[in-house]
């Protein structure tokens, strides 16, 4: 059983709480931690795919590490002058790299956030709120992956009445491209029209409007919950105990390591690959209830 198959208050708490801790967190251990957990449930949920893209990500954050310390010079320990007679510094390249590996980490989760979250889960959690807003929100989600569906079959019209933006010369091809996002933006510009006066006669946006949902808070649900909350709270506690403090200017200044930060090393790696383990547990389950079904004959 995937995470997405939990009510989505609980996932929206889940990412809420593990984006912000990525964005504001500067240690470089939970960095790690960070992205090595994203690439793992990244793999889990897209595949080999996931993996490429989080292995072409390292990559960047070499380059960037090197960009990042050439413009900005801090730090004591002095590696190499450029060619204009400014000094590389370990605290600039480390902290440019940890920023980098950051974005990575973000990027990373981001991807799980996008196949968990679906656009019923975002119309579920605002329609209460605003109904309006969620609308544009799942019109919005549409619109993309519809856009793309509409200019291949627009294209593939124009091309059998010789129209195709591959066929003729130069300025053919343009006036054929011209052509071919003019109908795309008149189709889709009356789609917006068709779904908003669909949504209106349903009544939706209407005060007391009931919504249907799927979704329903069980004890599966508060279990997740109760353990999100502990998690939060330890990590509070680090966070109060000074143990996700760094410092890189004008030297690279961490706490030693403990006992007592390992604890917490292990508390977040656990909260970051909660989803994985719900899944791996309820793939697990539905297997062992599968073997102990009768065969037929």
Same mark, same amino acid.
């Given at each position: 059983? !995937?995470?997405?198959?939990?009510?989505?208050?609980?996932?929206?708490?889940?990412?809420?709480?593990?984006?912000?801790?990525?964005?504001?967190?500067?240690?470089?251990?939970?960095?790690?931690?960070?992205?090595?957990?994203?690439?793992?449930?990244?793999?889990?949920?897209?595949?080999?795919?996931?993996?490429?893209?989080?292995?072409?990500?390292?990559?960047?954050?070499?380059?960037?590490?090197?960009?990042?310390?050439?413009?900005?010079?801090?730090?004591?320990?002095?590696? !190499?002058?450029?060619?204009?007679?400014?000094?590389?510094?370990?605290?600039?390249?480390?902290?440019?790299?940890?920023?980098?590996?950051?974005?990575?980490?973000?990027?990373?989760?981001?991807?799980?956030?996008?196949?968990?979250?679906?656009?019923?889960?975002?119309?579920?959690?605002?329609?209460?709120?605003?109904?309006?807003?969620?609308?544009?929100?799942?019109?919005?989600? /549409?619109?993309?992956?519809?856009?793309?569906?509409?200019?291949?079959?627009?294209?593939?019209?124009?091309?059998?009445?010789?129209?195709?933006? /591959?066929?003729?010369?130069?300025?053919? /091809?343009?006036?054929? +491209?011209?052509?071919?996002?003019?109908?795309?933006?008149?189709?889709?510009?009356?789609?917006?029209?068709?779904?908003?006066?669909?949504?209106?006669? !349903?009544?939706?946006?209407?005060?007391? /409007?009931?919504?249907?949902?799927?979704?329903?808070?069980?004890?599966?649900?508060?279990?997740?919950?109760?353990?999100?909350? +502990?998690?939060?709270?330890?990590?509070?506690?680090?966070?109060?105990?000074?143990?996700?403090?760094?410092?890189?200017?004008?030297?690279?200044?961490?706490?030693?390591?403990?006992?007592?930060?390992?604890?917490?090393?292990?508390?977040?790696?656990?909260?970051?690959?909660?989803?994985?383990?719900?899944?791996?547990?309820?793939?697990?389950?539905?297997?062992?209830?599968?073997?102990?079904?009768?065969?037929?004959?």
């Amino acid at each position: 059983m !995937r995470f997405d198959a939990y009510h989505p208050m609980i996932s929206a708490l889940y990412f809420l709480f593990l984006l912000s801790f990525v964005m504001f967190i500067e240690h470089p251990v939970y960095l790690v931690i960070s992205f090595l957990t994203g690439l793992i449930y990244a793999t889990k949920l897209k595949g080999k795919s996931a993996l490429l893209f989080g292995l072409l990500l390292l990559p960047g954050v070499g380059v960037y590490a090197y960009y990042y310390s050439r413009y900005n010079h801090f730090g004591v320990t002095n590696l !190499r002058e450029t060619a204009i007679g400014n000094m590389i510094t370990l605290e600039s390249i480390l902290y440019g790299g940890l920023r980098g590996l950051k974005a990575s980490s973000l990027l990373l989760w981001l991807l799980c956030v996008h196949e968990i979250f679906t656009t019923d889960k975002i119309v579920y959690l605002l329609g209460r709120i605003s109904p309006k807003l969620s609308l544009y929100f799942a019109i919005l989600l /549409r619109t993309a992956p519809k856009t793309v569906t509409t200019a291949h079959r627009i294209q593939s019209g124009q091309e059998a009445m010789g129209r195709g933006i /591959r066929q003729g010369n130069f300025y053919k /091809r343009v006036r054929n +491209l011209l052509r071919v996002g003019s109908i795309l933006l008149t189709f889709m510009t009356e789609s917006f029209v068709e779904t908003a006066d669909s949504m209106r006669s !349903r009544g939706y946006g209407l005060r007391g /409007r009931t919504a249907f949902s799927l979704y329903r808070f069980d004890n599966r649900d508060r279990a997740v919950v109760v353990t999100l909350f +502990l998690g939060g709270t330890l990590l509070g506690s680090a966070c109060l105990l000074d143990q996700m403090v760094a410092l890189y200017d004008p030297e690279i200044i961490l706490n030693p390591i403990t006992g007592v930060s390992v604890l917490f090393y292990v508390i977040y790696t656990f909260l970051a690959l909660l989803p994985m383990l719900l899944q791996c547990l309820g793939e697990w389950s539905f297997e062992k209830n599968r073997k102990m079904l009768p065969e037929r004959g």
